[in-house]
């Protein structure tokens, strides 16, 4: 692997996020916060699978003290690791949870902005100047609760959830999703605290691992060296989500860059740090990306197709390897084709066939935004805030939908991200209240508060009435 980035240290508890220390792995809980027997068992299960934070909701100032009751119950019974609130729309709330919790994540693109409406906004430089300082009059006394607790931060950007202000300025892009970052990061550094992890999260990979790099340039040219978590939001579930989080994630990685890693899986969370466990051991056995043609016994470029040969333990290990390996080439389009050959020892239990690695080759190509072979879904892991049965729900729209090659379809738990995320899909199904559920066509709400109950058929006959 390429030289590690050098990066300042976070203190998330007892937990030291950056430098030197290993590459860190966490999940979040998809239960109701307010929910603390069911919030300490599923915190159970993701420690015991190897997570090393556990990140919980508070949408509300309720499920923000609960946290207290939260990690006294996990302590009691011996689990020490670190608690994350994550605070979206009420930025009181994040004031609440920095007593409670180890960390708390804040996303500035609604932390002080209003929710995304994709309004075009005029400013003058004074007024857009007077919007920072709105920020600050709100960011400082956050900053000093959680000087006074101990309490580490996370600046948390979706692509997903810009905000309006920072969409008309520099519109949907890397540059505004870094700059809607180093807004934030700029306020924290002049208050001097330092307990701070930045993320950049999308569910695109190229749009992903480009805002990645590019906050890390920017941070660079301003002496920043905060660490950085990874993840690709909505990435899916099953092997598509395993795919696109690794080859998003895998990227970056092997490039040398994150100190600490999500997977995002539609599934119970604790199956995603087996995952996240995986991809950080695999770090360490991958080739430097590709400077020529040629430079790598098993990994080259001949006519624009990308050759990879893997060798692997089992099949999740293979599929993941190539996607690490296959990562950066790709985003950057050094190559738009992909042959993966087998290496593994024909003693191994994997075997497989032409066809397996032909059909991984594509789902690889899919995740990198190249080529599209089947239908794409970009679905959300869960959280506290999903108020229906995510995993049900993608199963039925998968049913009815995987015949049609090429379209996009966002299935959200809540509106934190959902909105946002319809401008890279074709439709979307988003929760929108208890047993409610609005659909869109791209960033268009078409549907409003439909019952739970009839939303999937009322999804399939939008899409059909389109085509």
Not at 19 to 25: F, K, W, Y
Not at 440 to 453: D, M, Q
């Amino acid at each position: 692997m390429s030289t590690r980035r050098i990066s300042s240290v976070a203190h998330v508890g007892h937990i030291a996020i950056g430098g030197d220390n290993p590459i860190r792995v966490q999940s979040m809980a998809t239960v109701d916060t307010n929910d603390t027997e069911g919030c300490v068992a599923q915190a159970k299960r993701i420690i015991d699978a190897g997570g090393e934070l556990v990140r919980f909701t508070t949408q509300g100032t309720r499920e923000a003290e609960n946290m207290k009751n939260i990690s006294a119950r996990l302590k009691a019974d011996g689990y020490a690791q670190p608690l994350v609130a994550d605070v979206h729309f009420q930025a009181h709330v994040a004031d609440v949870a920095a007593r409670y919790c180890e960390k708390v994540r804040i996303n500035p693109g609604n932390y002080v902005d209003p929710g995304r409406t994709f309004r075009h906004l005029e400013y003058t430089d004074e007024e857009y100047a007077a919007e920072l300082k709105k920020i600050e009059a709100k960011l400082v006394p956050f900053i000093n609760i959680c000087k006074e607790h101990h309490t580490a931060v996370r600046i948390g950007v979706n692509h997903g959830s810009l905000s309006d202000r920072i969409m008309s300025r520099y519109g949907d892009t890397p540059e505004g999703i870094v700059e809607s970052c180093m807004e934030f990061l700029r306020i924290f550094r002049r208050e001097q605290f330092g307990d701070v992890v930045i993320s950049i999260k999308a569910s695109n990979t190229v749009v992903m691992v480009q805002s990645v790099r590019l906050l890390v340039k920017t941070m660079d040219a301003e002496d920043m060296h905060y660490p950085l978590h990874l993840g690709v939001t909505e990435a899916g579930e099953g092997e598509d989500g395993r795919i696109k989080s690794a080859l998003g994630i895998g990227a970056l990685l092997t490039e040398g860059i994150g100190d600490t890693i999500r997977v995002s899986l539609s599934e119970e969370p604790e199956a995603e740090i087996p995952v996240a466990r995986k991809l950080v051991a695999l770090t360490e056995s991958l080739p430097l990306p590709l400077q020529k043609e040629g430079d790598m016994e098993r990994m080259w470029i001949e006519d624009d197709t990308l050759h990879l040969s893997i060798d692997a333990p089992d099949w999740e290990t293979f599929q993941l390897k190539a996607a690490m390996a296959a990562g950066s080439l790709l985003i950057d389009r050094k190559a738009t084709k992909l042959v993966i050959h087998n290496l593994s020892p024909h003693t191994s239990d994997l075997s497989p066939h032409a066809s397996q690695l032909s059909t991984l080759s594509d789902a690889i190509l899919q995740a990198a935004r190249i080529k599209f072979t089947k239908t794409e879904y970009i679905s959300c892991p869960g959280c506290g805030r999903t108020l229906y049965n995510l995993q049900e729900t993608i199963a039925r729209i998968k049913a009815a939908t995987s015949h049609l090659v090429g379209l996009k379809i966002g299935i959200m738990g809540c509106i934190v991200n959902g909105p946002g995320e319809m401008a890279d899909a074709d439709y979307g199904y988003v929760g929108a209240g208890r047993g409610k559920i609005s659909l869109y066509r791209k960033k268009e709400c078409v549907a409003k508060n439909i019952p739970e109950a009839e939303a999937v058929d009322r999804l399939l006959e939008l899409i059909d009435g389109d085509r």
